[in-house]
């Protein structure tokens, strides 16, 4: 059963940042794109950032130049770094397959970001 488990959230001061981490198990990871998505309160969750198998990374405009994600293979593990952080980016973070995630989501990680 394929288990995601999302940390490293937290309250931050506009312009700060903060590093997310997503652990998979029971999936061989490395064969997937991966991505980590956000969920504001009331709204749908939006794709943020993804990676390829062979490392290339894409991301949408709000957070182009902010955030990176990037992955390591031997942990299981994809991380999202986050820069210059916003009010706006306040959501619940999860990261899944980039396409046709897996059913089960993690249960996320909360970013705030407030004075």
């Known amino acids: 059963q394929v288990q995601l488990v999302e940390s490293g959230g937290g309250l931050v001061q506009p312009g700060g940042s903060l590093r997310l981490s997503c652990a998979a198990s029971g999936t061989i990871f490395n064969i997937y794109t991966m991505g980590w998505y956000r969920q504001a309160p009331g709204k749908q969750r939006e794709f943020v950032a993804g990676?390829?198998?062979?490392?290339?990374?894409y991301d949408v405009d709000s957070v182009k130049g902010r955030f990176t994600i990037s992955r390591d293979n031997a942990k299981n593990t994809v991380y999202l770094q986050m820069n210059s952080l916003k009010p706006e980016d306040t959501a619940v973070y999860y990261c899944?397959?980039?396409?046709?995630?897996?059913?089960?989501w993690g249960q996320g990680t909360q970013v705030t970001v407030s004075s």
């Open positions: 990676i390829t198998t062979d490392n290339k990374t």
């Open positions: 899944n397959k980039r396409f046709q995630p897996f059913v089960s």
